[in-house]
T-cell receptor, first 114, second 114 residues
Framework: GDSVTQMEGPVTLSEEAFLTINCTYT??????LFWYVQYPGEGLQLLLK?????DKGSNKGFEATYRKETTSFHLEKGSVQVSDSAVYFC?????????????FGSGTRLLVRP | SAVISQKPSRDICQRGTSLTIQCQVD?????MFWYRQQPGQSLTLIAT?????????ESGFVIDKFPISRPNLTFSTLTVSNMSPEDSSIYLC???????????FGQGTRLTVV
């Protein structure tokens, strides 16, 4: 079945460092890909998304490009802030009849130090 | 976007009892989804709640343990039955956007079973 694999955390960075969180997926169809973020004590929020190959999703300085050839959707940010400390989840949505159903990766905790 | 309200936001329950979680959406949606996030883990889909038919459960989840109601297009409930400490998790309700390119989540219900 479909699956999402994320790099294990925690990832600890200093403020203004470059961030990469790796995400690869396995899917039989043409999924949509998402990054969700969960800040401490808060609910899950959509960070960015891409719905087809070569699309780049971006938001709040974060970017991720849908790479069909490498089945990847790595999250990047050029300069992280302390406020980016959170858990990041990569997810995919199958475009079949359950197109809203999401399959999540295990999550990567990011800690940014001042 | 969709606004999702979940009740209760948190609860502490005795083992052997049941808890019903409510999910209210501010617009009509065809499918609603229930996820579980165990402590330190990722989100796992429990079931899909369809209006007018029985819920569809994922592998490892059964109706006797997690009965679901879907009386109309804006509301659903999930009951966690005969609870044990292993049921301590965050339970989240989710709906999809028209076109299926995005999912929205409620704030979640943090359940602790003692």
């Amino acid at each position: 079945g479909d699956s999402v694999t994320q790099m294990e955390g925690p990832v600890t960075l200093s403020e203004e460092a470059f961030l990469t969180i790796n995400c690869t997926y396995t899917a039989t169809g043409y999924p949509s890909l998402f990054w969700y973020v969960q800040y401490p004590g808060e609910g899950l929020q959509l960070l960015l998304k891409a719905t087809k190959a070569d699309d780049k999703g971006s938001n709040k300085g974060f970017e991720a490009t849908y790479r069909k050839e490498t089945t990847s959707f790595h999250l990047e940010k050029g300069s992280v802030q302390v406020s980016d400390s959170a858990v990041y989840f990569c997810a995919l949505s199958d475009r079949g009849d359950s197109s809203y159903k999401l399959i999540f990766g295990s999550g990567t905790r990011l800690l940014v130090r001042p | 976007s969709a606004v999702i309200s979940q009740k209760p936001s948190r609860d502490i329950c005795q083992r052997g009892t049941s808890l019903t979680i409510q999910c209210q959406v501010d617009s009509q949606v065809t499918m609603m989804f229930w996820y579980r996030q165990q402590p330190g883990q990722s989100l796992t889909l429990i079931a899909t709640a369809n209006q007018g038919s029985e819920a569809t459960y994922e592998s490892g989840f059964v109706i006797d343990k997690f009965p679901i109601s879907r009386p109309n297009l804006t509301f659903s409930t999930l009951t966690v039955s005969n609870m044990s400490p292993e049921d301590s998790s965050i339970y989240l309700c989710s709906v999809g956007s028209p076109g299926g390119t995005e999912a929205f989540f409620g704030q979640g219900t943090r359940l602790t079973v003692v």
